[in-house]
């Protein structure tokens, strides 16, 4: 179970891309904010609605804290911790484009819907992203991770 969590985390991140909202500031503060926050997945949200994937969401959510440290040298940080103890931390890259529209991990790469220094929302094309069950591509259309910042 703790391994197909991180295979569909890892997964889901390889293939998210994500831009800053219109009307927020274009400047360098976008990519401060993600580097100067620790971030906590808290949920996907879906375009189309699917039982069986809001009820597997479910199930991630309830077992483990997943958590992202997004370091300036283009270096992320995962950690999740398994509410039956233990932790597993996998790294990867990322960088942000010139606008600070788009991010790229671990070379997929995405939109952002939201970038606030509480909230930082990534949306994700469907068919992806392959979570080992392929149904849920085809069924979800575009997913949106949602993240907020951990209280220090």
């Known amino acids: ?16 891309v994500s831009s800053c909202k ?7 503060d976008k990519k401060q904010i993600i580097i100067d ?7 996907v949200e879906t ?12 199930i991630v959510f309830a077992a483990a ?7 300036d040298d283009g270096v992320y940080e995962m950690t999740m911790a398994s509410i039956l103890g ?10 942000i484009s010139d606008d600070y529209k788009t991010i ?10 939201e970038c606030t220094n509480s909230v930082l929302k990534i949306t994700s094309p469907a068919g992806t992203i392959d979570f080992g069950q392929g149904e849920y591509a085809d069924e979800t259309g575009n ?3 949602v993240f907020s910042v951990v209280a220090e």
């Open 1 to 16: 179970m703790k391994k197909s969590i991180l295979m569909l985390l890892a997964a889901v991140m390889l293939f998210a």
């Open 22 to 28: 219109e009307d927020d500031d274009q400047g360098p």
């Open 37 to 43: 926050n620790q971030w906590k997945l808290t949920s």
């Open 47 to 58: 375009e189309n609605e699917s039982t069986e994937f809001d009820a597997a969401m479910s």
């Open 65 to 71: 804290s997943i958590e992202f440290d997004f370091q």
């Open 86 to 95: 233990g932790n597993e931390t996998d790294t990867g890259t990322w960088s």
């Open 104 to 113: 790229t991990l671990n070379g997929g790469a995405g939109n952002i819907k």
């Open 143 to 145: 997913l949106t991770l």
